[in-house]
């Protein structure tokens, strides 16, 4: 049995976080090695390389693979205690759980939102370099924020589908035969 086809707007929202993330991940393997090949080879490593890295393209990465993997239904669980809950407990235990993220998430928007504007407003760069670091910033408020728009989604499923089983909705599984 296959897996169920995902709605058109699900594959293009898919394709628009995951793009940007693979292009950015080859671009900075591409840095990574040109500078390691260079000062070895060279002794001419090139510069800001460090700063790139973690000012520009490990965040890009980490924050829209978040998002990816919240879309995608991949984020670990741990759900040793959740096993042993009545099922007719778990639908509600997962909505407090998603409403409790969607809660924190908006709570990380805001204050990454409140940073970004101030490192624009003071034009922060990566440690003591010259490169520039506050674009970067913008994408923690967008990326918490989609964060919580998908947590709060989370929560009305949750609360609207009660009997749903998450074996159902997580792309890729097939549900335990009977």
């Not at 840095?31 to 460090?50: D, E, G």
């Not at 959740?82 to 928007?109: E, H, I, N, Q, W």
Request: hydrophobic residues 55%; charged residues 15%; negative net charge.
């Amino acid at each position: 049995m296959s897996a169920p086809s995902k709605p058109k707007g699900r594959r293009i929202a898919e394709l628009l976080i995951e793009v940007p993330a693979v292009v950015v991940m080859f671009v900075m393997m591409f840095h990574i090695t040109a500078n390691a090949l260079l000062r070895f080879f060279a002794n001419s490593p090139l510069p800001n390389t460090l700063e790139y890295v973690q000012y520009w393209y490990m965040p890009i990465v980490a924050l829209l693979g978040f998002v990816a993997a919240q879309l995608r239904g991949q984020h670990i669980a741990a759900d040793l205690v959740f096993r042993m809950l009545p099922r007719a407990a778990k639908p509600y235990v997962t909505a407090v759980g998603c409403a409790a993220s969607a809660l924190l998430a908006a709570g990380f928007a805001w204050y990454g939102w409140q940073e970004a504007v101030h490192a624009w407003e003071i034009t922060m760069t990566a440690g003591v370099s010259d490169v520039i670091s506050w674009p970067v910033y913008f994408l923690v408020p967008l990326a918490f924020a989609s964060l919580t728009v998908q947590f709060a989604w989370a929560t009305v499923r949750a609360i609207r589908h009660p009997d749903a089983d998450e074996d159902d909705e997580q792309p890729g599984t097939e549900p335990a035969a009977a």
